[in-house]
């Protein structure tokens, strides 16, 4: 095996072919990424469970024996979901491109193939940004390397350490958070991480870093400016953007593991994103006009995702577990918003700062919504039903304001509820002194029936044993 055993981010290559394997890293100069190179269906099984590798894309080839390339797309979407893959085949291969995509595989490429080409599907040039005046800012940080802070935990906001990327230069100080109101002084500003030291770290089981709040608008600039270079890259295949852009719904899952949610309920949350997704696919998105504008509107698709994962334990906690109900449970949470597609014109969804003609269109969204739906062939019917329904309330505060209390069925509910945490969780992104737990008990869960209610209590606001 010859793949680069840093930790850092790296392509995965599966391919028997030995002579482009070696050809491979020959090109590894040109970017810093590397590729991590696999000559069997079994070894990438290895890599991509191997939580010390940040695997960013997998390219497998079809010609690897008893249709090994099959057993390497369903570990990758296991494993590392969301990151994009794409088959290295040539034409003895008796799969249309159209068959690909509904198991998942992004692009199918022909050889000769060479590093460059792979790096530019997989990984965006880096965006114009202001370091020298990040590293300024971060000067005026007095704490010693080494050191253990006396601020607050409240003064720290977390940052995920498997998705650091080693050997980069960092533009903040990072802590590592030992106790209540003991934050250790890691890395300074301007430095870049060991491999190793990394690596231990994550092996200690350390999930996530942590720079200064003061900081945070600043590190939000920068993912903001990496994002609007991903969005605005023509080179990069729009499934590919929406693949990687804000890893979707990971807002809301480290949320929720920040407060309570267990390993069991985060594995069970992934799966079921994955199934969903899988299930969406088998509509076709690509030739479908309203499923590909949803698809290509990252905020919205990335608000569907973290709807879904918590509508995936609100469904089992009131036991809504059968094979129909909890597709249309999913396929209603991830397209709920649907109907904001076509809204240009709403740049955000507070109320509070909509026009009259704003809130008119806002206001409509979840019956445009469930007519779009409604027309797309082979959607089951209670989809649209309950996305036409998902913010009406029971105490009539929600709309449409026709509907009646009995009209409004626990799909519908479980959808809305979801949506409701969803954003308060994403707000909570830009406005750390919202409490979402706080507001959904006090504010929101009145609007919905007892049971609901006390579903969503039991999973994410009592205290878990």
């Excluded at 680069?4 to 002579?19: F, I, S, T």
């Excluded at 499934?239 to 949610?261: I, S």
């Amino acid at each position: 095996m010859a793949g680069d055993k840093k930790k850092q981010r790296v392509v995965l290559v599966v391919d028997a072919d030995a002579d482009f394997l070696e050809k491979l890293q020959t090109e590894q100069h040109l970017t810093d990424l590397r590729t991590y190179c696999t000559s069997t269906a079994e070894a990438a099984h290895e890599v991509l469970l191997d939580p010390g590798l940040g695997v960013v894309g997998t390219f497998v080839d079809a010609a690897l024996p008893d249709l090994g390339w099959i057993s390497v797309v369903e570990s990758a979407h296991r494993n590392v979901p969301g990151t994009p893959i794409f088959l290295v085949r040539d034409s003895t291969l008796d799969v249309s491109d159209e068959e690909l995509r509904a198991v998942g595989v992004r692009q199918s490429l022909g050889k000769p193939l060479d590093f460059k080409r792979m790096i530019d599907l997989v990984a965006p040039l880096a965006v114009d940004f202001d370091i020298d005046g990040a590293l300024g800012k971060a000067k005026e940080n007095t704490d010693d390397l080494g050191g253990i802070s006396a601020a607050a935990d409240g003064a720290f906001s977390p940052i995920r350490a498997d998705n650091f990327l080693s050997g980069s230069k960092s533009i903040f100080d990072l802590y590592i958070r030992l106790g209540p109101g003991h934050n250790l002084k890691i890395l300074q500003s301007g430095d870049a991480f060991d491999s190793e030291r990394l690596l231990s770290y994550l092996n200690k089981g350390i999930t996530h870093f942590f720079i200064k709040k003061e900081v945070q608008e600043t590190y939000l600039r920068y993912c903001e400016h990496l994002t609007t270079r991903l969005l605005t890259s023509k080179a990069i295949p729009a499934a590919v953007k929406v693949a990687q852009t804000l890893n979707h719904g990971e807002e809301v899952m480290n949320f929720l593991k920040d407060n309570g949610l267990s390993d069991f309920q985060f594995r069970y949350a992934s799966q079921f994103v994955f199934n969903v997704n899988q299930l969406f696919q088998q509509f076709n998105p690509a030739k479908n006009n309203v499923l590909n504008a949803f698809l290509n509107d990252v905020a919205a698709y990335d608000h569907g995702v973290g709807a879904t994962m918590i509508a995936s334990l609100l469904a089992e906690a009131l036991n809504v577990t059968s094979g129909y109900a909890i597709q249309i449970v999913g396929m209603a949470a991830l397209l709920h918003d649907i109907g904001l597609a076509k809204a240009s014109e709403l740049a955000h969804e507070d109320e509070a700062l909509m026009s009259k003609p704003q809130l008119a269109v806002y206001y409509k969204h979840p019956e445009v919504g469930a007519e779009l739906l409604a027309k797309i062939k082979a959607m089951d019917p209670a989809v649209p039903h309950a996305v036409a329904s998902h913010h009406a309330r029971r105490n009539n505060r929600g709309f449409p304001k026709n509907l009646g209390a009995t009209s409004i069925n626990q799909i519908a509910e479980i959808v809305g509820v979801s949506e409701e945490f969803s954003r308060i969780i994403t707000k909570k992104v830009k406005s750390p002194e919202l409490a979402p737990l706080e507001i959904m008990d006090q504010q929101m869960l009145e609007g919905f029936s007892r049971p609901v209610a006390e579903a969503f209590r039991k999973v994410f606001i009592s205290p878990k044993p």
